[in-house]
C-alpha cells in the first residue's frame, strides 16, 4: 500500500495564479483532512471531509476549496494565491470510527506564492 | 489562549539522555491524546495514542496523560540520533476536532 499521496512535492505560484494540490489514499479511509504547517503556528486544518460527498471547513478555510467526488481522492483548490498561502500542505487520512485519533499523513507539498 | 499550548523551544540533549516532553490544554473536552513525530521534509507520523489517565509505555517511549491538571507528557528514555525530530502533541474531543501543539524540535547529540 504506498498510504497516503500527495502531488507535487514542490511548487512555485506568482500572486493570482490558482494551483489544485492532490492527495489520495489507498487504505480505503472514510476521513480526509488538509493542513497547513507554518513556522511558530503549528498544524492548522483548513477543511475536512467525513466521506465521499461531504466536506466541511476547518479552522483556516479562507482562499481555499475542496471536492470529494471519490473515496480515494480529496484535491485541495487555491483559487487566487495570495503570498500568505506560502506553507507547507499535509494531506492526512483516517479510518471510519477514529476520525481523529490516528491520522496517517503525506509527506507534504511545499508550496511558495511570490 | 490557544487550546493546546507546547513550547516550541529547541531541546538538544546528549545520546542515552531522558527526553522530556510537555503540553497543557484549556478544552475539558478533550479526551484522545497522541503524539505524532516528524522527521524533517515528512509528515507526522502517529507515536503514541491515549485516552486514559495515567502511563502508557511502548519500548523506549512513556506517554502520560493527567487530565485532573489538562497536561500530557512524552519520555524518551535512552535517547537515540535517530529520535532527533520535531514531536508534536495533539488531542481530541472526538468529533471530528483535532487540535496540534506547535511542536518541538528534539536534536540527540552522540
Known amino acids: 500500500n504506498a498510504g497516503v499521496t500527495q502531488t507535487p512535492k514542490f511548487q512555485v505560484l506568482k500572486t493570482g495564479q490558482s494551483m489544485t494540490l492532490q492527495c489520495a489514499q489507498d487504505m480505503n479511509h472514510e476521513y480526509m483532512s488538509w493542513y497547513r504547517q507554518d513556522p511558530g503556528m503549528g498544524l492548522r486544518l483548513i477543511h475536512y471531509s467525513v466521506g465521499a460527498g461531504i466536506t466541511d471547513q476547518g479552522e483556516v478555510p479562507n482562499g481555499y476549496n475542496v471536492s470529494r467526488s471519490t473515496t480515494e481522492d480529496f484535491p485541495l483548490r487555491l483559487l487566487s494565491a495570495a503570498p500568505s498561502q506560502t506553507s507547507v500542505y499535509f494531506c492526512?487520512?483516517?479510518?471510519?470510527?477514529?476520525?481523529?485519533?490516528?491520522?496517517?499523513f503525506g509527506s507534504g507539498t511545499q508550496l511558495s506564492v511570490l | 489562549q490557544k487550546e493546546v499550548e507546547q513550547d516550541p523551544g529547541p531541546l538538544s540533549v546528549p545520546e542515552g539522555a531522558i527526553v522530556s516532553l510537555n503540553c497543557t490544554y484549556s478544552n475539558s473536552a478533550f479526551q484522545y491524546f497522541m503524539w505524532y513525530r516528524q522527521y524533517s521534509r515528512k509528515g507526522p507520523e502517529l507515536l503514541m495514542y491515549t485516552y486514559s489517565s495515567g502511563n502508557k509505555e511502548d519500548g523506549r517511549f512513556t506517554a502520560q496523560v493527567d487530565k485532573s491538571s489538562k497536561y500530557i507528557s512524552l519520555f524518551i528514555r535512552d535517547s537515540q540520533p535517530s529520535d532527533s525530530a520535531t514531536y508534536l502533541c495533539?488531542?481530541?474531543?472526538?468529533?471530528?476536532?483535532?487540535?496540534f501543539g506547535k511542536g518541538n524540535q528534539v536534536v540527540v547529540i552522540p
Open positions: 492526512a487520512s483516517s479510518k471510519k470510527g477514529q476520525l481523529d485519533e490516528k491520522l496517517f
Open positions: 495533539a488531542m481530541s474531543d472526538g468529533n471530528n476536532r483535532l487540535a
